[in-house]
């Protein structure tokens, strides 16, 4: 049985009042003792757990820290706890399969093995970045959609209104555009003829996210609401907010949350530890029926240095091997360098390899790290390959991924800091046939032929 | 003031208390602290020299993932410590005010991340930081910054649809007539340097070790 959402929001208000600081610290000290104790040691020379007895111990200590500190409400500034007890049964009571999207576009998302041959869920599009206006949004979630190897996609935002006025965050503005552009999405995936698919997006706050929920033009309970829990091991009454209303609603919950390399995590053991640990969070104080289990790193904007791969990849098998969640890895999902490079393809490849081998679907879309105020920033091929090189990944053996990932590291590893920018939509693909440009389409069949030579066995 | 004047005992007792301060040994900082004291040393030599090449080096330990933000902040809380012990000891008149900074994550943006390492790293370099949270409005901001005093107000912001509270900031202190009052720095995700210059900030920082230099500058 799942611990009641209003159990935790009765600890969320009555549980120990403490110091944010002495809060993050606690994580710090207690993942370093953590470490120590289950003897956790990163080495770069392995970026894979090929055994998996390292992701059983990562799980086990992940599953110690979250007992140990909890998870800290900043609204409140009191640490909601849960006992061994409560957590093992919420793990027990969660759902091996969740079914989403409709009609022919209706999917399974089943909790999958390490190495297994489960179907993994991909929901790609240009996640949460921003468009210029509703033609070009539309076209390019189309095309994204059309992609049969993707199975739902993520939506933006168009940050101006009547194309001069901000849309600003916690303002009227946010609720009018987030719940437009999710009409737009809606159509784009009609006119893609998968008007059953899933979409999904998540605005700033609470309010505007709820607001984009609509049966008809908006999203729907056969979707799913994110819910994001705050690095590290934190929680708001606006993430809450979320849980609340597709409680209500019924509409499944999807976490997510990272542990940040060099921040209160610490080292990479330390954050594999905060890994699971947030993960466990996720579903038992924000009630999430599928999580995505990732990391960051405070000196690389990107998600797949090898230090992040480790951590990630070893935290995932962790959960995999010893519990039956639904696990979503995605680490490939957003790259330092920009669409349309080779490096693009290389970075999203290793981390979608992983995801599906560790036992992980990848449900957060695909876009470079940082895309700022850049409009179109991300095109429907870069969603292909994100659907290709999962679904081509399943059933690969932890041993072939080894490979696959070293060889790959290998092509981008010393590119991280100073990666390609890349280039938008209108200059990477035709905008009349909406097909990519032909330097686009031949780099990218290049890079499939090559890692097609490495191993990696795309259906095509 | 003067370092030429400092014997070579005196020296060895400031290397102590830097390597004390970035091998985050507090009881060694502290006893170190202690013997400078009797010594006799010039409080202001010890906070200007070994203390400020202590926290850049651990700056630097930061930036290359030797060290992690939890160490940074116990090294800001060593390094605040030592400072307090020293000071008692510089009569008032002599006393540098310490340069205070008010960091925030901007309205609707709970992404803390960033501004934490910016807010430790600046703290761990000798600013007195005032860091309020994530999510401020811009009147509490303000409240805040003109409650302490601040010479800077520090504004973080990593969602585009945030940004324009980094500018409501700096627009509110102008109608208040208080923008002269405070140097404006910000950064975070997708924030630029022509952005900053946009909105008429004074400073940008893309990453913590920016974020000090930026700060050393503007309030130099």
């Not at chain 1, 159990?7 to 809060?23: A, H, T, Y």
């Not at chain 1, 607001?211 to 799913?224: H, I, Q, T, V």
């Not at chain 2, 520090?154 to 649809?161: C, E, H, I, N, V």
Request: aromatic share 6%.
């Amino acid at each position: 049985m799942r611990l009641s959402f209003w159990e935790i929001l009765s600890r969320s208000r009555e549980g120990p009042i403490v110091e944010e600081k002495e809060f993050d610290l606690s994580i710090f000290k207690k993942t370093q003792e953590l470490q120590k104790q289950y003897k956790i040691k990163y080495d770069p020379a392995k970026p894979i757990d090929m055994e998996g007895d390292l992701a059983d111990r990562i799980y086990q200590a992940g599953v110690e820290l979250f007992l140990d500190i909890g998870t800290y409400c900043i609204t409140t500034k009191r640490v909601i706890k849960v006992t061994e007890q409560e957590l093992q049964s919420e793990i027990k009571a969660c759902p091996e399969v969740i079914e989403m999207g409709q009609g022919k576009d209706r999917v399974e998302m089943c909790h999958r093995d390490v190495e297994g041959d489960q179907e993994p869920i991909v929901i790609a599009g240009v996640q949460t970045a921003p468009f210029s206006d509703e033609e070009m949004m539309f076209k390019i979630c189309k095309g994204c959609a059309m992609n049969q190897k993707v199975d739902g996609i993520w939506g933006g935002i168009i940050p101006k209104i009547e194309g001069k006025h901000d849309v600003i965050a916690g303002t009227p503005s946010e609720i009018y555009q987030y719940r437009k552009t999710v009409e737009v999405l809606r159509r784009a995936i009609n006119s893609a003829e998968r008007p059953g698919m899933i979409i999904v997006n998540n605005a700033p706050t609470s309010m505007a996210t709820i607001a984009m929920f609509d049966e008809e033009m908006g999203l729907r309970r056969s979707d799913y609401m994110e819910v994001t829990g705050m690095s590290e091991m934190k929680v708001a009454y606006d993430d809450l907010n979320r849980t609340a209303f597709a409680l209500a609603y019924g509409v499944t919950i999807h976490g997510t949350h990272s542990s940040v390399i060099g921040g209160f995590s610490g080292n990479p053991e330390g954050a594999s530890i905060v890994s699971v640990a947030g993960s466990l969070q996720l579903i038992i104080v924000q009630k999430a029926e599928s999580f995505r289990c990732g990391t960051v790193d405070s000196r690389v904007k990107s998600r797949v240095s090898r230090a992040q791969l480790w951590v990630a990849g070893t935290a995932i098998q962790g959960l995999s091997r010893n519990t039956k969640l639904i696990v979503d890895g995605n680490i490939g999902d957003h790259p330092a360098a920009g669409p349309g490079t080779k490096q693009y393809l290389y970075e999203s490849a290793a981390g979608f390899v992983l995801s599906t081998v560790m036992g992980a679907h990848s449900a957060e879309g695909t876009r470079k790290f940082v895309v700022g105020n850049i409009c179109n920033y991300g095109t429907p091929l870069e969603s292909n390959w994100m659907g290709e090189v999962c679904k081509g990944a399943v059933g690969m053996t932890r041993g072939k991924a080894n490979h696959i990932i070293k060889y790959i590291l290998g092509k981008y590893e010393d590119r991280l800091i100073d990666a390609p920018e890349g280039e938008t939509f209108e200059k990477l693909y035709d905008q009349k046939t909406l097909e990519p440009l032909p330097h686009y389409k031949k780099l990218y069949e290049e890079v499939k032929e090559e890692l097609r030579a490495q191993g990696l066995k795309f259906r095509d | 003031m003067d370092i030429s004047k400092i014997s070579q005992e005196q020296k060895e007792q400031m290397d102590a208390l830097k390597d004390a301060i970035v091998t985050i040994d507090l009881e060694k900082a502290r006893d170190v602290a202690e013997k400078i004291i009797e010594q006799n040393i010039d409080p202001r030599i010890v906070i200007k020299y070994p203390i400020a090449e202590a926290a850049e080096i651990l700056g630097k330990k930061f930036d290359c993932g030797e060290i992690f933000l939890g160490n940074l902040v116990m090294a800001g809380d060593l390094i605040e410590e030592v400072v307090a012990v020293l000071e008692k000891h510089i009569p008032l008149d002599q006393l540098e005010k310490k340069k205070v900074i008010v960091i925030a994550a901007v309205q609707g943006d709970i992404h803390s991340v960033g501004k934490n390492l910016v807010s430790t790293m600046l703290r761990a370099s000798g600013f007195g930081v005032c860091d309020i949270g994530v999510d401020v409005n811009s009147s509490v901001i303000i409240q805040k910054a003109r409650e302490v005093k601040a010479d800077m107000i520090a504004l973080s912001s990593l969602l585009t649809t945030t940004m324009p509270y980094q500018k409501e900031v700096i627009d509110d202190l102008v109608s208040m007539g208080l923008r002269k009052n405070f140097k404006i720095i910000i950064g975070g995700g997708p924030v630029t340097r022509d952005y900053a210059e946009k909105i008429g900030a004074d400073g940008y920082a893309k990453d913590a070790i920016e974020a000090v230099e930026e700060a050393r500058r503007l309030l130099a």
